[in-house]
């Protein structure tokens, strides 16, 4: 079965998250799009995100619509900080997946400090990893050891984050059209960016 992997912090996850996620779905003819709240993100500050279970809900709710999402907790149940190789490891054996079936989506941006990931060589051995392609990348800055082990993927240039979700929703303007319906519906509830 040919699974993508999609870790993040997810506060709050975005209709760019979804349009990514359904463009490489499509793009590249996976079987399934595995969304991975991140326990405890290692590049973010602590106290810098909102609570665990507050991510892993409004992303069960972002993409409750749709049968080729679906949500792992596997590294909010592992607990402490979240590295992307453990996560891939522990996928693979859970899913019972080879290597070659199973990608590991990070954007352009990323790919930069990919380099200061821990472990990036084993992951690039322990499954596919596809980099979405953002605006302003330029190939030349990454290292050509991993650029031979990867695999771009172009989409759609959306520009959403979820740091500028936040800060519209403290600067009280709307984040319509920015998130769905029911995950602005869960952040106005309980008051998640007051």
């Given at each position: 079965?040919?699974?993508?992997?999609?870790?993040?912090?997810?506060?709050?996850?975005?209709?760019?998250?979804?349009?990514?996620?359904?463009t490489i779905f499509e793009a590249e003819?996976?079987?399934?799009?595995?969304?991975?709240?991140?326990?405890?993100?290692?590049?973010?500050?602590?106290?810098?995100?909102?609570?665990?279970?507050?991510?892993?809900?409004?992303?069960?709710?972002?993409?409750?619509?749709?049968?080729?999402?679906?949500?792992?907790?596997?590294?909010?149940?592992?607990?402490?900080?979240?590295?992307?190789?453990?996560?891939?490891?522990?996928?693979?054996?859970?899913?019972?997946?080879?290597?070659?079936?199973?990608?590991?989506?990070?954007?352009?941006?990323?790919?930069?400090?990919?380099?200061?990931?821990?472990?990036?060589?084993?992951?690039?051995?322990?499954?596919?990893?596809?980099?979405?392609?953002?605006?302003?990348?330029?190939?030349?800055?990454?290292?050509?050891?991993?650029?031979?082990?990867?695999?771009?993927?172009?989409?759609?240039?959306?520009?959403?984050?979820?740091?500028?979700?936040?800060?519209?929703?403290?600067?009280?303007?709307?984040?319509?059209?920015?998130?769905?319906?029911?995950?602005?519906?869960?952040?106005?509830?309980?008051?998640?960016?007051?």
């Amino acid at each position: 079965m040919k699974t993508c992997l999609f870790g993040g912090t997810f506060d709050p996850p975005h209709l760019g998250h979804l349009i990514l996620a359904q463009t490489i779905f499509e793009a590249e003819k996976f079987d399934k799009i595995v969304f991975i709240p991140a326990h405890k993100p290692p590049h973010k500050k602590e106290n810098g995100y909102s609570p665990v279970n507050d991510r892993k809900k409004m992303v069960k709710i972002a993409i409750q619509e749709n049968p080729n999402f679906v949500m792992s907790e596997l590294e909010i149940s592992r607990g402490g900080t979240s590295y992307s190789l453990d996560t891939i490891i522990e996928y693979k054996k859970e899913a019972k997946i080879k290597s070659k079936d199973l990608y590991f989506l990070i954007g352009s941006d990323t790919l930069k400090t990919f380099h200061s990931w821990s472990k990036p060589n084993q992951i690039l051995k322990e499954c596919q990893l596809i980099v979405a392609i953002r605006p302003g990348f330029r190939p030349s800055d990454i290292n050509t050891d991993i650029l031979s082990k990867i695999q771009f993927a172009n989409v759609p240039r959306i520009e959403i984050s979820s740091s500028q979700i936040r800060e519209r929703w403290k600067e009280g303007k709307t984040i319509r059209y920015m998130v769905t319906q029911q995950v602005w519906e869960y952040i106005n509830d309980n008051k998640l960016y007051n």
